[in-house]
């Protein structure tokens, strides 16, 4: 069974300082991974995903199979990036069924 | 905002009653799903559906039911079978059951008394 685990709950760094939300997932395939944020009274919305390979809001994140691992990072924070961050991951059948992460709730202070 | 629409925004019901949430697309998807999502759990799917007239269990069905008779239409009762109902409910649509990007409604907040 697949599964997706974010270790830290709660995570807090000052504007300016890099940021890392964790994520480690187990899957016996080949997976796709996928971060998506829900700021304060919006909805959830995707963020990135691990095929595009992509920036967006200055976060990036790296599949490493070997650590199994799809970390989200940026290098400097800013107050907006305050949200909740779910990752999750997507099995390869028809379905294409998405299994998330508990969430981390990221805060950044001024 | 648009696309989808969850309604009503805050549901209460009386212990022992079934309440039907409401989700609609106007983005002409295939696929619709329900999840529940409670505090330090994340997104848990309930139920989905890949095509008209058709849906299949995810991994906390018990206690729900669904129908889809419709193509932008994926109503949610919540029995009384239900053990713990209160949460938050987000329904979410995509394009096909294969594209992976999940567009997510605004949510339903259940709350039994």
């Known amino acids: 069974a697949q599964r997706v685990t974010q270790p830290e709950k709660l995570l807090s760094v000052f504007k300016g300082a890099p940021v890392e939300l964790k994520c480690n997932y187990s899957y016996s395939g080949s997976p796709e991974l996928f971060w998506y944020v829900q700021y304060s009274r919006q909805r959830l919305q995707l963020l990135l995903r691990h095929i595009s390979r992509e920036s967006i809001k200055g976060f990036t994140a790296d599949l490493n199979k070997g650590e199994t691992s799809f970390h989200l990072k940026k290098p400097f924070a800013q107050e907006e990036d305050s949200a909740m961050y779910y990752c999750?991951?997507?099995?390869?059948?028809?379905?294409?069924?998405?299994?998330f992460g508990s969430g981390t709730q990221l805060t950044v202070l001024p | 905002d648009g696309g989808i629409t969850q309604s009503p925004k805050y549901l209460f019901r009386k212990e022992g009653q079934n309440v039907t949430l409401s989700c609609e697309q106007n983005?002409?998807?295939?696929?619709m799903y329900w999840y529940r999502q409670d505090p330090g759990q994340g997104l848990r799917l309930i139920y989905y559906?890949?095509?008209?007239?058709?849906?299949q269990k995810g991994d906390i069905a018990e206690g729900y039911s669904v129908s889809r008779e419709k193509k932008e239409s994926f109503p949610l009762t919540v029995t009384s079978a239900q053990k713990n109902p209160t949460a938050f409910y987000l329904c979410?649509?995509?394009?096909?059951?294969?594209?992976?990007?999940?567009?997510f409604g605004p949510g339903t907040r259940l709350t039994v008394l």
């Open positions: 559906s890949q095509i008209v007239n058709d849906f």
């Open positions: 999750a991951l997507s099995d390869t059948g028809s379905a294409r069924q998405l299994t």
């Open positions: 979410a649509s995509k394009v096909t059951p294969a594209n992976n990007e999940q567009f």
């Open positions: 983005l002409n998807h295939d696929a």
